[in-house]
């Protein structure tokens, strides 16, 4: 019987043991598959980071880009105002000094301008300064949109009429007589004040008005064009970020 009981002992142990061992045997396989759950995730969480960060990059410069064109443009269409003026400038004092430096002046913006010569070196380095461009293709090169480049080319039509009456005013006051041209002379009148009362009078002013209102237009359309594509832009940066936020504190956890 003390054998029975000791046989009996003996195998009840054996069985504790080999539960222990199983028991301790599935606890280290279920931290095994709990570590490599988590390395897995850790591994993807962190793949995923990479590519939220390449997304965050791209559209960075994408930001940045779309920032720069939209001041370069903004840039272009302030020259193209200021030339429109500058040439109306120098054909006025032109036939109402008759100085040369401003007759050469004026000849000289008009042809960097329509891309007969080099653009001047004191225009700015974002404007192709120093290169033969008329001012419609610098346009196109700073990847304007059609639509903003048919308000702009309003403003081009107008400005090249204006010009064909300012250089009849310029033509005229220097030979002294009337050259016939977009403007009729009065029968009264000298080619001198004839070429001062052209680029005076209500229609030349008001056509000088309707160039700074194409591009008052202009700079409207471009300014909610770019504002749009910025702030949708600078959104999903931001999105991003928040995203990239998340997976870092979900890989922490």
Same mark, same amino acid.
């Given at each position: 019987g003390v054998l029975q009981d000791m046989s009996a002992n003996g195998n009840l142990s054996a069985v504790r043991t =080999?539960?222990?061992? *199983?028991? /301790?045997?599935?606890?280290?396989?279920?931290?095994?598959?709990?570590?490599?759950?988590?390395?897995?995730?850790?591994?993807?969480?962190l793949f995923g980071c990479f590519i939220i960060l390449f997304f965050m990059n791209r559209h960075k410069r994408t930001l940045i880009k779309l920032q720069a064109q939209q001041e370069r443009l903004m840039l272009a269409a302030t020259e193209i105002q200021q030339t429109s003026q500058d040439l109306t400038r120098l054909s006025r004092l032109f036939?109402?000094?008759?100085?040369?430096?401003y007759e050469d002046k004026y000849y000289?913006?008009?042809?960097?301008?329509?891309g007969e010569i080099?653009?001047?070196?004191?225009?700015?380095?974002?404007?192709?300064? =120093?290169?033969?461009? *008329?001012? /419609?293709?610098?346009l196109a090169a700073l990847n304007c949109k059609p639509e903003e480049l048919d308000i702009l080319n309003k403003a081009f039509a107008v400005s090249n009429e204006l010009?064909?009456?300012?250089?009849?005013?310029?033509?005229?006051?220097?030979?002294?007589?009337?050259?016939?041209?977009?403007?009729?002379?009065?029968?009264?009148?000298?080619?001198?004040?004839?070429?001062?009362?052209?680029?005076?009078?209500?229609?030349?002013?008001?056509?000088?008005?309707?160039?700074?209102?194409?591009?008052?237009?202009?700079?409207?359309?471009?300014?909610?064009?770019?504002?749009?594509e910025i702030q949708k832009a600078d959104m999903l940066l931001t999105l991003y970020q928040y995203i990239m936020m998340a997976a870092m504190i979900f890989s922490i956890v």
């Open positions: =080999g539960q222990r061992q *199983s028991e /301790r045997a599935k606890k280290s396989s279920s931290i095994k598959v709990q570590f490599t759950v988590q390395a897995a995730m850790t591994i993807i969480l036939v109402l000094t008759g100085s040369k430096q000289n913006t008009l042809r960097w301008r329509n080099a653009r001047p070196t004191n225009s700015s380095v974002h404007l192709y300064k =120093g290169k033969q461009i *008329s001012q /419609r293709d610098l010009a064909l009456v300012e250089k009849q005013a310029m033509e005229s006051f220097k030979a002294k007589t009337y050259v016939s041209g977009e403007r009729e002379i009065r029968a009264d009148e000298s080619a001198e004040d004839f070429a001062v009362r052209i680029l005076y009078d209500v229609g030349y002013n008001s056509a000088v008005n309707k160039i700074m209102s194409h591009i008052d237009g202009f700079f409207t359309v471009l300014d909610d064009r770019t504002s749009g």
